[in-house]
């Protein structure tokens, strides 16, 4: 015998009840015309309300989507950091010969609006992120890109990713790097147009890293404070940091 689904015994029901409940007005009042008068007038307004009901339960439905869909998105993007990020972000800031004049700027405190945080990311959009290009440099720099180049893959392969564009450049970039620099045996005595492009390239993954940094603290402070804590106390452009509270 085939079942009928939970829907259907449900919409039954309803409409078993509706028609006793129109019985027991009549055995009540034994109005016939009042009851298809109201009837009829609920029955022109059922399209309405369908409508309604469809329209606010569809943005509803498509804001707790996207709301899930971001705090997938922003796990990933935490993972990032916590795996390969930050360290990234240090080293290269490290190489960076005029941090120094924007350093104090970028450490973030607790007490940071959303003014402040856009004051840096304008900050960060002007300035100019260079890096030293010595073959040293390039050998410690290509020993944390492949320490993590699955990770890094399998980043891509998220599917999380493709709604954030930003993020994805990043990504792309940082592995671009890792491909030349593995492609290259030893970077002593390489040309000075091969070392101004992969200086190019580095200066590109540095950019993007800080901005989306910058994002990522900001996102952390207005969801998840405990995050943000450690994160603040190991902020890679800060000298002084340290993840001990003190």
């Given at each position: 015998m085939?079942?009928?689904?939970?829907?259907?015994?449900?919409?039954?029901?309803?409409l078993?009840l509706?028609g006793?409940?129109?019985?027991?007005?009549y055995?009540?009042?034994r109005?016939?015309?009042?009851?298809?008068?109201?009837l009829?007038?609920d029955?022109?307004?059922?399209?309405?309300?369908?409508?309604?009901?469809t329209l606010i339960?569809?943005?509803l439905?498509?804001?707790?989507?996207?709301?899930?869909?971001?705090q997938k998105?922003?796990?990933?993007?935490?993972?990032?950091?916590?795996?390969?990020?930050?360290?990234l972000?240090a080293?290269?800031?490290?190489l960076?010969?005029?941090?120094?004049h924007?350093?104090g700027?970028?450490?973030i405190r607790?007490?940071w609006s959303h003014r402040?945080?856009?004051s840096?990311?304008r900050?960060?959009?002007?300035?100019?992120?260079?890096?030293?290009?010595?073959?040293?440099?390039y050998?410690?720099?290509?020993?944390?890109?492949?320490?993590?180049?699955s990770?890094?893959?399998?980043l891509l392969e998220?599917?999380?990713?493709?709604?954030?564009?930003?993020f994805?450049d990043?990504?792309?970039a940082v592995?671009?790097?890792?491909?030349?620099l593995?492609?290259?045996?030893?970077?002593?005595?390489l040309p000075?147009?091969?070392l101004?492009h992969?200086?190019?390239?580095?200066?590109?993954?540095?950019?993007l890293l800080?901005?989306e940094?910058?994002?990522?603290?900001?996102?952390?402070?207005g969801?998840?404070?405990?995050?943000?804590?450690?994160?603040?106390?190991?902020n890679?452009f800060?000298r002084?940091?340290?993840?001990?509270?003190s």
């Amino acid at each position: 015998m085939r079942r009928f689904s939970w829907q259907v015994l449900l919409g039954a029901a309803l409409l078993l009840l509706s028609g006793l409940l129109c019985l027991l007005s009549y055995a009540i009042f034994r109005d016939a015309h009042d009851i298809g008068l109201y009837l009829s007038i609920d029955v022109a307004f059922v399209p309405i309300e369908v409508l309604l009901v469809t329209l606010i339960m569809s943005e509803l439905l498509s804001f707790r989507e996207k709301r899930s869909r971001l705090q997938k998105l922003n796990m990933v993007i935490g993972a990032f950091f916590s795996e390969v990020g930050v360290r990234l972000l240090a080293y290269l800031s490290d190489l960076d010969p005029e941090l120094e004049h924007i350093r104090g700027e970028l450490v973030i405190r607790g007490d940071w609006s959303h003014r402040e945080f856009r004051s840096l990311t304008r900050r960060l959009g002007e300035y100019r992120h260079t890096v030293s290009s010595q073959s040293g440099h390039y050998e410690e720099l290509r020993s944390l890109l492949t320490a993590n180049r699955s990770f890094l893959l399998r980043l891509l392969e998220n599917p999380t990713l493709l709604e954030q564009e930003a993020f994805t450049d990043l990504l792309r970039a940082v592995f671009h790097l890792t491909e030349e620099l593995t492609a290259r045996d030893s970077f002593s005595g390489l040309p000075a147009a091969d070392l101004a492009h992969l200086r190019g390239d580095t200066e590109r993954v540095y950019l993007l890293l800080a901005r989306e940094w910058t994002a990522y603290m900001q996102h952390l402070r207005g969801n998840y404070p405990y995050l943000f804590s450690l994160a603040m106390r190991t902020n890679p452009f800060d000298r002084e940091a340290s993840p001990i509270i003190s």
